[in-house]
Nanobody
Framework: VQLQASGGGLVQAGGSLRLSCAASGRTFSNYAMGWFRQAPGKEREFVAAISWNGDSTYYADSVKGRFSISRDNAKNTVYLQMNSLKPEDTAVYYC???????????????????WGQGTLVTVSS
């Protein structure tokens, strides 16, 4: 089972990026997915989560209204659209997949069994 995150890069404040997380080795269409991030010197924090069927989404207060999580189960891929980026959004972003069927998603890292390798997002001021 592998999760491959991509789409990170360097962007100016106010810009946008779209991260992708492609899953392989298992069909993830029945599992909740999430995005977390870890800035230098800080602990990993929750960013967004989406339920197994896409009906429910959850966001950290710091990104609410700017970020949007979505999924394409036909492509076994989850996305994180990031708009109005700020320097404080600079971090390595990780995608994660639940290990239990049909859940709504979690704000806690222990709610996920599988993790991708991370993609670096750098927002310059």
């Amino acid at each position: 089972v592998q999760l491959q995150a991509s789409g990170g890069g360097l962007v100016q404040a106010g810009g946008s990026l779209r991260l992708s997380c492609a899953a392989s080795g298992r069909t993830f269409s029945n599992y909740a997915m999430g995005w977390f991030r870890q800035a230098p010197g800080k602990e990993r924090e929750f960013v967004a989560a989406i339920s197994w069927n896409g009906d429910s989404t959850y966001y950290a207060d710091s990104v609410k209204g700017r970020f949007s999580i979505s999924r394409d189960n036909a492509k076994n891929t989850v996305y994180l659209q990031m708009n109005s980026l700020k320097p404080e959004d600079t971090a390595v972003y990780y995608c994660a997949a639940d290990g239990i069927l049909y859940r709504t998603g979690s704000r806690w890292s222990n709610g996920y069994e599988y993790w991708g390798q991370g993609t670096l997002v750098t927002v310059s001021s």
